[in-house]
Nanobody, 126 residues
């Protein structure tokens, strides 16, 4: 699966943003899709993942403001972010992994995913 993330930009605190990830490849509909982010000077961290039947899982610290969704007919995955905060400033990456047994924590690991998009930068001003 090849991935292309988009939708980032400069926004103000309190705004909402929807990131998109366009996927190509025959295996997209079955892939587990994840979003990760990397803030300046920090390690990349897990945000959310979604399975083919739209079962979702979120990082505990981000629940409530982030919503992951997918449209298998369009080969798209989305990340809606509401009430943006300056600490949400980061490069956001989408990733694809092969489905295996359902383990939310296993699919919260970067190493579980074998395809990555190039990232889209979100900058939140206060």
């Amino acid at each position: 699966v090849q991935l292309q993330a988009s939708g980032g930009g400069l926004v103000q605190a309190g705004d909402s943003l929807r990131l998109s990830c366009a996927a190509s490849g025959r295996t997209f509909s079955s892939a587990v899709m994840g979003w990760f982010r990397q803030a300046p000077g920090k390690e990349r961290e897990f945000v959310a993942h979604i399975w083919s039947r739209s079962i979702t899982y979120y990082a505990d610290s981000l629940k409530g403001r982030f919503t992951i969704s997918r449209d298998n007919a369009k080969n798209m995955v989305y990340l809606q972010i509401n009430s943006l905060k300056p600490e949400d400033t980061a490069v956001y990456y989408c990733a694809a992994g092969a489905p295996s047994y359902y383990s939310p924590t296993y699919y919260a690991r970067e190493t579980t995913y074998d395809s990555w998009g190039q990232g889209t930068l979100v900058t939140v001003s206060s």
